[in-house]
């Protein structure tokens, strides 16, 4: 028994994130490289290497010992490209060797031959039927022309008919588009609107230069092979390594590397990269490193999806949202394990907290022949918070109604109006989300920024300046004011791939000290569960320690930002050291507690008709960020940026201030491409409600682009559809607004005159 | 080539080309605190001392270093100045990611052994453009100004 306790414990795998990939060396360290495919379509036949140094290596597909594909939640990843190329940069192979500057000499002479036999054979026929008697070159254009065109020679069994292809989509209706035919609720919701607007709204997100690119590092040591890389889905890594190299997953041992990016990914693509280190390391027996070039990072690395929202809304008189019809069209690249619950969950923030009449969402996730991508568990919804955002603020100054107004008073369903006044049998609205004090959070942001003066101050002035003068910019530099609010979600019950089993297990050993079982959180939340441990069993923080230590095969299956779920695993800290305070003195120690996610939470979102409280929590936030625009040189800079937050109850405020202040600081770096804007001054206020607390991480990306644009929009007496924005993209925006207001002067001016030659000729 | 430097305190002959980024070199020699960023000179994580000023070595070719003095922060964490610093920076709730631990420790180090006392706005103008990757620059300078107060305290009573 002894000796399978010790070999159990050999077993033992750490999920804490230790160093740097790029930081592990070994003696005799080889330089890694892909080989990539340079077209985006093509059967690839062969990827060979004319003259290899002694010393140097190249391995393609055919060389893998094992699976040559991994697969997560059933979407298929090839580890080298083969067959048909997915897109252009594709990995086709792997070249490395001592020299990391000879390696990336030698990736420019790889050659990789594409089928062309076909063409070949076609051009072939026509040489050879062609007759040695130059003369008769008549006859030999007609045996050309009588050929069969090279679209019905080549073969095209192998083409890729259709690269767009949908993957995944999700529709909800509510209202009349729940009653009538779409064509006929859009005719009877939107012809006679009070107000209407639509517009197509986009944000991308740009790679900071600053963080170490993704890799990996790997060596072998007898039948055992560890990998070094930043991944966030051990698990996951470890089933796609053995699997491609044919061996047990107890030979296999990943060791987790810190990740210095923003919103690291981790998942499908950081698994790749290590299976590919591993291949060239398990097949070559020495240790390899593969740091991907900023370029690649920058083009086959960027975590999120792309995504263009159209919003055609309407509005009445008073204010209320009588129709919200969403479109939303997803490009996830060539694949993307998570389309389903991206889709989902864009779709659910689309309509943001808001609650109109009547509803549409039609979301549409579908492959092209762009790199794959991957998820940012935090940031999901931005893009979608972005859209609605700006799409509310230009129908605020559509209607004159101010933006705060506006969303209060869309805030709340029919359901809950006619609750009120009378009992009603309206049908419940879809979505519910669990926000806090909302009317709080967004008169507090106000308050603090003075923002109803200085907009309806700046909204005056861009009239006056776009009805008066058609020239775009004046002496002084331009001023605009933008509010915009968001959530971000906890725990969401509708996920698609995996089943939300998080696990705990606290241990009161026998010395008082305690053991928290689990995935290491941030050192933020590690602080907040000691704290609560050590309230709870009266015992001192410094002996409590969190053990990240898992056997092989009881690794948790779903990725770690399944765990990032800081309300529920609170909870269940919580719950394990009540358990443990209840027997503590009634049986020896030591004692253990075990709690995982509760399944009648899970109730609350019928998945079928997708629909209920998608959410375990949320934290509610309201951004106003006020811009001046230099008009000589298109320069944005922010006066300020005022900040209200409701986490529920907030329990360590100096780090969710520094995680605020931080993420805010992150994001001047990303509003416009290739440089940062400048800000004069921050200010942060929290609001404790009675909602369960919630993560603070991700607020401000939900929030602060929206509130921006919004403010520039104004600044410009124009609409800024899409983030990040560029001196080019503003100086466009202005032409178009001026070409827009000469076309229009001009035809009026040509309207007057002959009005005027009219009255003339009739006198 | 071979060129000479005082690498860490030890004289050291640097097996390189005369144009790989003395980033690549230094790191390949067991200096890992010299990290690649924006290989624009800009973020920091591959800051070094040469001849006693923080300098991005990203941008620094290895050819023309011959003879001088370079120290990393893998041999500067030795030094009284760096726990003062790190004094600091804790006393501002700072805890760095380790990415860019480099560039805003000998930031701080520059800072620390000017004979002015820098304004608040001075420091932000300094560090501005460091990598906002763990750090706010608010807490940023508030940690430098902590290290500057420990430091002068220790002096004086020195």
């Known amino acids: ?763 | 080539m071979k060129i000479p430097v005082t690498l860490n305190g030890t004289k050291t002959i640097l097996d390189a080309h005369a144009d790989e980024s003395l980033m690549k070199v230094l790191h390949k020699n067991g200096c890992i605190s010299v990290k690649r960023g924006c290989n624009s000179g800009f973020c920091g994580s591959c800051t070094i001392l040469l001849d006693d000023h923080p300098a991005a070595s990203c941008k620094i070719p290895t050819g023309i270093v011959r003879n001088s003095d370079i120290v990393t922060l893998d041999y500067f964490v030795k030094t009284e100045e760096y726990s003062v610093i790190m004094a600091g920076f804790q006393k501002a709730g700072i805890k760095l990611c380790g990415y860019c631990t480099a560039g805003k420790v000998f930031s701080a180090y520059q800072i620390l052994k000017s004979p002015k006392m820098p304004k608040r706005e001075e420091i932000a103008d300094y560090v501005k453009a460091l990598s906002p990757c763990c750090t706010d620059l608010e807490t940023l300078v508030n940690g430098i100004l902590y290290s500057i107060q420990i430091f002068n305290k220790k002096q004086m009573r020195g």
């Not at chain 1, 940012?376 to 605020?396: D, L, P, T």
Request: aromatic letters at 8%; charged letters at 25%; glycine letters at 4%.
């Open chain 1, 1 to 763: 028994m002894a000796v399978k306790k010790s070999d159990s414990k050999k077993q033992l795998r750490s999920l804490e994130a230790t160093g740097f990939y790029s930081d592990f060396e070994k003696e005799t360290c080889l330089y890694a490289a892909l080989v990539r495919s340079p077209a985006p379509a093509g059967k690839i036949k062969s990827v060979t290497i004319p003259e290899l140094p002694g010393g140097y290596t190249l391995y393609s597909s055919r060389d893998i010992p094992g699976s040559k594909t991994i697969t997560a939640n059933k979407c298929v990843t090839k580890i080298f490209g083969y067959g048909n190329v997915s897109y252009r940069g594709e990995p086709v192979g792997i070249i490395f060797g001592p020299d990391e500057e000879r390696v990336l000499q030698l990736l420019d002479t790889v050659n990789i031959t594409f089928d062309v036999e076909n063409l070949e054979s076609a051009l072939n026929n026509v040489i050879n039927k062609q007759t040695d008697d130059a003369s008769n070159f008549k006859e030999f254009v007609e045996q050309i022309n009588e050929m069969p065109s090279l679209d019905a020679v080549i073969d095209k069994s192998h083409v890729e008919e259709n690269t767009d292809v949908i993957v995944a989509s999700r529709e909800v209706k509510y209202g009349l588009y729940d009653k009538l035919e779409l064509a006929q609720a859009d005719t009877k919701l939107f012809d006679n609107a009070d107000f209407t607007s639509t517009d197509t709204w986009k944000e991308k997100l740009l790679t900071p230069k600053w963080q170490e690119t993704e890799g990996a590092f790997a060596y072998t040591e007898g039948d055992k092979i560890h990998v070094f890389a930043p991944t966030r889905w051990i698990s996951f890594t470890q089933k796609s390594v053995a699997a491609a190299l044919g061996i047990s997953e107890e030979q296999v041992y990943i060791h987790k590397t810190k990740t210095a990016g923003i919103y690291p990914s981790g998942l499908a693509r950081t698994t790749q990269l290590a299976v590919q280190i591993a291949v060239a390391s398990w097949l070559a027996k020495k240790p390899v490193k593969l740091v991907l070039s900023q370029f690649e990072q920058e083009n086959y690395m960027v975590p999120g999806v792309l995504t263009e929202i159209t919003y055609r809304t309407a509005l009445d008189k008073d204010g209320h949202f009588t129709a919200l019809k969403i479109l939303i069209d997803i490009d996830i690249g060539c694949s993307n394990p998570f389309a389903q619950e991206i889709t989902d969950r864009i779709a659910i923030a689309a309509a943001s907290y808001y609650k109109p009449e009547n509803l549409y969402i039609s979301a549409k996730a579908h492959s092209s022949k762009n790199p794959p991508t991957s998820i940012s568990m935090q940031i999901i919804e931005s893009q979608a918070f972005f859209a609605i955002e700006n799409e509310i603020q230009k129908i605020s100054n559509q209607s004159k109604i101010f933006p705060d107004e506006l969303r209060l008073l869309n805030a709340q369903s029919e359901v809950e109006k006619t609750k009120t006044k009378s009992k009603s049998k309206v049908k419940e609205f879809p979505f519910s989300i669990p926000t806090g004090d909302i009317q709080s959070v967004i008169q507090t942001a106000l308050k603090q920024s003075d923002f109803n003066r200085k907009y309806a101050s700046f909204h005056m002035e861009a009239i006056d300046r776009a009805e008066k003068d058609s020239k775009p910019f004046f002496a002084l530099p331009l001023r605009g004011i933008g509010l915009a609010t968001a959530y971000i979600p906890s725990g969401y019950y509708g996920q698609s791939g995996f089943t939300n089993d998080t696990k705990l297990e606290v241990t009161l050993n026998a010395d008082e000290k305690l053991t928290i079982h689990t995935i290491k959180p941030s050192d933020v939340i590690q602080d907040i569960w000691k704290t609560s441990a050590s309230e709870i069993l009266q015992i001192p923080k410094q002996n409590i320690q969190i053990n990240s230590d898992f056997a092989y095969d009881q690794i948790p299956e779903q990725p770690e930002d399944s765990y990032s779920s800081i309300s529920i695993m609170n909870e269940l800290v919580k719950k394990c050291c009540t358990d443990i305070q209840k027997k503590r003195f009634h049986q020896p120690l030591p004692i253990t507690a075990k709690r995982g996610g509760t399944l009648t939470q899970k109730t609350k979102w019928d998945k079928d008709k997708f629909c209920g409280t998608p959410f375990y929590t949320t934290s509610f936030i309201t951004t106003v960020v006020e811009v001046e625009l230099d008009t000589y040189t298109y320069n944005e800079k922010i006066k300020g940026i005022w900040v209200t937050v409701d986490c529920g109850e907030l329990f360590d405020e100096a780090a969710a201030l520094r995680t605020i202040r931080l993420e805010i600081q992150q994001e001047l770096t990303m509003l416009v491409k290739g440089k940062t804007v400048s800000c004069d001054a921050i200010n942060i206020n929290f609001i404790q409600s009675d909602n369960r607390s919630g993560q603070v991480g991700g607020l401000i990306h939900n929030s602060l682009p929206a509130a921006f644009s919004s403010a520039l929009s104004l600044a410009l007496t124009t609409q800024l559809t899409e983030i990040p924005c560029t001196e080019d993209l503003l100086f466009q925006l202005i032409r178009d607004r001026t070409k827009e207001k000469n076309e229009i002067k001009k035809s009026e001016e040509r309207a007057e005159t002959k009005n005027t030659e009219e009255t003339g000729a009739s006198e």
